[in-house]
């Protein structure tokens, strides 16, 4: 049987709190280091649906992507959506650990788990740390066979999970996709990196108007392809949960482990305005 500080030295040692950026807010956010865990739920948002199939299963740990409380505060009172979070948590006993920009720069990592849906390889990281070859944000790589950017896009859409959102495509559909640069999450700032790398496209969420559009007026310019910010990160919680079983068993521990298919994007519905202008 493990404990609750076993499993995190682990997911420490998978995704180190020091990658971390400095703004960021990882580590265990409540639950007690000797308390016995049997079984995880991995998920991208900790939101109360989260919190429900944790309770509902029941798991003793849940690990998230996104953190609970990215800035500062001064009290948890249950009369706020967050505190109400965690009083029914500590209530059941149920802990929760934050994985979010220590996963983005992990090799493996959060992009890596993309770039494997979108079936890139020979994959290296868009942004490196300055530090290391191969720890950094987001990653580029190359298809097999080269496809037009509408089948491309078709192959996103049909490797992540479904969405209000959908995927947006900006190009001449026609045009040859070869290599992608792939960043799990917002990933607008990077669309500079992108371009001088000479991508043929580039797999992101959260692009908005101005930045997307006057990406696309360099000449040489990566085709587009937004997708929803959950979706992105989405893949990545599989594989952090292959990863962390894979280390303990090495260490004669075994945990059940439970991917939410839970989708907590905002976005709930998509009304069709009746095709494009």
Sequence with gaps: MATLAQVVEVLDGLYDPRWAADWDAVGLVCGDPDAEVRRILFAVDPVAEVAREALDWPADLIVTHHPLFLRGVHGVPATTPKGRLVHSLIRAGIGLHVCHTNADAADPGVSDALAGALGLSDLRPLDPRPDTAWLGVGRVGVLLEPEPLAAFGRRVAGALPPTAHGVRVAGDPERPVATVAVCGGAGDSY??????????????????????????????????????????????????????????AERGTTVETRVSTTCTDPWVSHADQGGTL
């Design 191 to 248: 669309l500079d990196t992108v371009r001088a790398l000479g991508a043929d496209a580039y797999v992101t969420a959260d692009l908005r108007h101005h930045p997307a559009s006057e990406a696309t007026e360099h000449p040489g310019a990566p085709a587009l392809l937004d997708v929803a910010h959950w979706a992105s990160e989405w893949p990545w919680l599989a594989d952090a949960a292959d990863r962390l079983r894979a280390v303990l």
